[in-house]
């Protein structure tokens, strides 16, 4: 499975950008995608996840009501639509897949997700 996130770039505080996470490959072995982003000197952290078949979605907390997480019906591209951005939003954004065995539960870990992509930069300036 390749994974291919995009749409980074940089705003300013109070505006809004769209993420793109491709994937290709066997996608068939995948269960999720979820979004991570990690900002210099900090861990990674979990963003958001969506399950292709139920749609079921997980928000963080830090970004629940400004950002939304979406699926095309094809399988292939995950979107992260990011409102109303604060500086603290700036990091390098992830994208992973996750197998068909992890849990919906488990999504939020790092470490449940086996394929990553490259990252996209986004800066935020107050």
């Known amino acids: 499975v390749q994974l291919q996130a995009s749409g980074g770039g940089s705003v300013q505080a109070g505006d809004s950008l769209s993420l793109s996470c491709a994937a290709s490959g066997r996608t068939s072995s995948t269960s999720a995608v979820g979004w991570f982003r990690q900002a210099p000197g900090k861990e990674r952290e979990f963003v958001a996840a969506i399950r292709w078949k139920s749609r079921g979605t997980m928000i963080a907390d830090s970004v629940k009501g400004r950002f939304t997480i979406s699926a095309d019906n094809a399988k292939t591209t995950v979107y992260l639509q990011m409102d109303s951005l604060k500086p603290e939003d700036a990091a390098i954004y992830y994208c992973?897949?996750?197998?068909?065995?992890?849990?919906?539960?488990?999504?939020?870990?790092?470490?449940?997700?086996?394929?990553w992509g490259q990252g996209t930069l986004v800066t935020v300036s107050s």
């Open positions: 992973a897949a996750a197998g068909t065995r992890v849990i919906f539960s488990s999504l939020s870990g790092p470490g449940n997700y086996d394929w």
